[in-house]
Every structure is written in structure tokens, then in C-alpha cells.
T-cell receptor, first 115, second 111 residues
Framework: NAGVTQTPKFRILKIGQSMTLQCAQD?????MYWYRQDPGMGLKLIYY???????DKGEVPNGYNVSRSTTEDFPLRLELAAPSQTSVYFC??????????????FGPGTRLTVL | DAKTTQPTSMDCAEGRAANLPCNHS???????VYWYRQIHSQGPQYIIH???NNETNEMASLIITEDRKSSTLILPHATLRDTAVYYC????????????FGQGTTLQVKP
């Protein structure tokens, strides 16, 4: 299994541009997540999904959009990029399904700079 | 959501045990203690979790106090590759999978 994969690894955007960060998992997990991590800080949840067609906001959703049309893929869309969105973005997945315990598996991250 | 408190940083000599403490005094009865670590800006990696009994796996041991208000992650023989930020997180099924990451503890393993 490849686990959780993310593309691209690095990206530089100009202010006002848009882009989509790709995330895929091959573990047949129900739940998927997007986090951002600013320098020296912990991860903050942007959006999450508990299954195909179901998404919900996390702590910091403003400026982002998501969709989940399949179990495997969970793309994150940035519209009108701003310097405040310069960060490292991590995608994660977990079995989910309302279990008492649920371990998340993380991708390697996408490093985004907005200039 | 239950909050956790961890020291900002710790040092450990290579080959010695690293003991990382975590306070979670507001933990609920059905919430688990999870530990993840993040090595040099890679994606976080799951280490171990427990409810009230001590747990051990190939990576670490987790000791939870009887009142469940604190816990200690033990890396029995720390190596240089264990240098990382360690996050203690309280998680319950009502979280719907959401993890609350604090600042974590930066563990520096020194030769």
C-alpha cells in the first residue's frame, strides 16, 4: 500500500491565483482530513470528510473548499491565494466509522508559498 | 474537547530512556490518550494510544495514572532518529476523528 499520497510536494503561488492540492489514500478509509501547519505551530484542521459526498468544516476553513466524490480522493481547493495561506498542508485518513478509537495516517505534506 | 499540557522541550542522551509527560486533567471517561510524533516537518506518525491500562508496542510504552489525569510516553532506548516533536492528544469517538494538536514537546536526543 502507498498509504496517503499528496501532490505536489512544493508550490509557489502568486497572490490571487488558485490551485488544488491533491490527496489520495489506498487503505479504504472512511475518514479523510486536511490540516495546515504554520512554522513552529501544531496542526490545525481545515476540513474533514466522513465519507464520499460528506464534508464538514474544521477550525480554519476560510479560503478553502473541498469535495469528496470517491472514497480514495479528497482534494483541497485554494481560491484567491493570500500570503496568510503560506503553510505546510497535510492530508490524513483514518478508518473512522464511529469507532471508539481511530488512528490517523498522514501524507508527506505539500509546502505552499504565496508571494 | 479535553486539553493537554506538555513541556515545550526535553533533552535525552542516546541509548537512555526518554520519558515524556502529559497532563490531561479534564479527560472524560471514554476518551483515549494518543501519542503522535513529527520528525523534521514530515507528516505526523502514530505511536501508541491507551484508555486506562498501560500499553506497550514496538515503538514505545504508555503509562497512564490511575486517575487518568496524566500519562507518560516512554521511549526505552532513544536514538538520534527519535529526535522529533511529540504530541499528546486526547481523543473520543464524539470527536468524529478530529485531532486537536497542541504545541507538543520537542525531544532532542543527543549523542
Amino acid at each position: 500500500n502507498a498509504g496517503v499520497t499528496q501532490t505536489p510536494k512544493f508550490r509557489i503561488l502568486k497572490i490571487g491565483q488558485s490551485m488544488t492540492l491533491q490527496c489520495a489514500q489506498d487503505m479504504n478509509h472512511n475518514y479523510m482530513y486536511w490540516y495546515r501547519q504554520d512554522p513552529g505551530m501544531g496542526l490545525k484542521l481545515i476540513y474533514y470528510s466522513v465519507g464520499a459526498g460528506i464534508t464538514d468544516k474544521g477550525e480554519v476553513p476560510n479560503g478553502y473548499n473541498v469535495s469528496r466524490s470517491t472514497t480514495e480522493d479528497f482534494p483541497l481547493r485554494l481560491e484567491l491565494a493570500a500570503p496568510s495561506q503560506t503553510s505546510v498542508y497535510f492530508c490524513a485518513s483514518s478508518p473512522g466509522g464511529g469507532r471508539l478509537t481511530d488512528t490517523q495516517y498522514f501524507g508527506p505534506g505539500t509546502r505552499l508559498t504565496v508571494l | 474537547d479535553a486539553k493537554t499540557t506538555q513541556p515545550t522541550s526535553m533533552d535525552c542522551a542516546e541509548g537512555r530512556a526518554a520519558n515524556l509527560p502529559c497532563n490531561h486533567s479534564t479527560i472524560s471517561g471514554n476518551e483515549y490518550v494518543y501519542w503522535y510524533r513529527q520528525i523534521h516537518s514530515q507528516g505526523p506518525q502514530y505511536i501508541i494510544h491507551g484508555l486506562k491500562n498501560n500499553e506497550t508496542n514496538e515503538m514505545a510504552s504508555l503509562i497512564i495514572t490511575e486517575d487518568r489525569k496524566s500519562s507518560t510516553l516512554i521511549l526505552p532506548h532513544a536514538t538520534l532518529r527519535d529526535t522529533a516533536v511529540y504530541y499528546c492528544i486526547v481523543y473520543g469517538s464524539s470527536n468524529t476523528g478530529k485531532l486537536i494538536f497542541g504545541q507538543g514537546t520537542t525531544l532532542q536526543v543527543k549523542p
